[in-house]
């Protein structure tokens, strides 16, 4: 007979987050909290390859800004000019001012999240009329230094994606079904080649540390075997 393990998970997740684990509603317990931890293994899985994606955009804009503009650049607002990212920036020094950290360019760079850097590839910092007077054009001059043979338009499509998958995974959501009409294998193999993009040798690593095809394969019948040893 069946145990309380499978009650007692339903009760401590709540029946409302998991419903967007539930494919019809004939579907048992058993198959949803199955599908539910598949879902925190696949997001498991993306975490590395997530993390250089982001270290790795955001170590390369730096690199490349410092080296025109000066290790302060994010401070410029014919640089930064969007208000929500000159925003940004601000409460980035404030986090670090709470936290009785010196606000150093470095401090900053690794406080402003992954939202700030995709922003970047907006049309508002690509060179063309209308402009403020002075405006200091990211694009398209720099991009042979970020990433070579893609456009602006290209990247801030790929970006875009990629952050709200990075979303998804970091609070938690649903990530085992298609997201932008794309299966996650393709946004798996996207993520993977916009690191290529940026960092060849990143692109590489994560390679090597990337697990998610495996997870992926697995499917959620592989958890709920094991699930159902834990139902005594």
Do not use: C
């Not at 390369?60 to 940004?88: C, H, K, M, Y």
């Not at 760079?109 to 402009?131: C, H, K, M, V």
């Not at 958890?223 to 040893?229: D, G, M, N, P």
Request: aromatic residues 10%.
């Amino acid at each position: 007979m069946p145990g309380k393990f499978f009650p007692a998970l339903v009760a401590g997740l709540t029946p409302t987050r998991l419903t967007g684990y539930r494919v019809n509603p004939a579907e048992s317990d058993v198959i949803v909290i199955s599908r539910y931890v598949w879902n925190m293994e696949l997001g498991a899985a993306l975490h590395a390859s997530l993390h250089l994606l982001e270290i790795g955009l955001r170590n390369r804009l730096d690199s490349v800004l410092t080296l025109r503009d000066g290790a302060t650049w994010f401070d410029d607002p014919l640089i930064v000019v969007e208000p929500s990212a000159q925003t940004a920036v601000a409460d980035a020094k404030a986090r670090l001012l709470k936290d009785g950290k010196v606000v150093s360019p470095p401090g900053v760079i690794a406080t402003l999240d992954f939202g700030f850097w995709t922003s970047l590839f907006n049309r508002a910092y690509e060179q063309g009329p209308g402009r403020p007077v002075g405006h200091k054009s990211l694009w398209p001059s720099l991009l042979p230094s970020v990433a070579r043979g893609r456009s602006r338009g290209q990247l801030a499509g790929r970006f875009n994606e990629l952050r709200k998958l990075r979303n998804r995974v970091f609070h938690y959501e649903p990530i085992w079904k298609a997201m932008s009409g794309k299966p996650l294998r393709q946004l798996h193999q996207e993520l993977i080649e916009t690191i290529g993009w940026i960092d060849a040798d990143l692109a590489r690593l994560a390679v090597l540390v990337d697990e998610f095809p495996l997870v992926l394969a697995a499917g959620f019948d592989w958890y709920k075997e094991r699930l159902l040893l834990l139902d005594v």
